[in-house]
Nanobody, 125 residues
């Protein structure tokens, strides 16, 4: 059964950290590039970071660069997003998604075939 299940969200104070996990079943991260997206109130869903299936190379958008780190455990077929220095504007629902691609090239939503259900992250004091 194909599933992407996110976990690790919650309430954190500004400046704090969270580590999100995305457990993937039914497909292999050896073939699928994975990405993290975020939907904040009043805004469209945006890509944050991706990790390529082929060589594990990573990409970050400006808002994530330097604060977020994407990684994967291929043995567990799980993708992670370590988030440090969280800000109130990081509040939103975080989704992992995968696309059948060798490369980590873009965050075009419709090109990502499978999505998790999302996990809520709230940054507030």
């Amino acid at each position: 059964q194909l599933q992407l299940v996110e976990s690790g969200g919650g309430l954190v104070q500004p400046g704090g950290s969270l580590r999100l996990s995305c457990a993937v079943s039914g497909l292999s991260l050896d073939r699928y590039t994975a990405a993290w997206f975020r939907q904040t109130p009043g805004k469209e869903r945006e890509g944050l970071s991706c990790i390529a299936s082929g060589d594990g190379s990573t990409n970050y958008v400006d808002s994530a660069q330097g604060r977020f780190t994407i990684s994967r455990d291929k043995a567990k077929n799980t993708v992670f997003l370590q988030m440090n220095g969280l800000k109130p504007e990081d509040t939103g629902v975080y989704y992992c998604a995968v696309t059948l691609s060798y490369y980590c090239a873009n965050y075009v939503i419709y090109e990502y075939e499978y999505w998790g259900q999302g996990t809520q992250v709230t940054v507030a004091s």
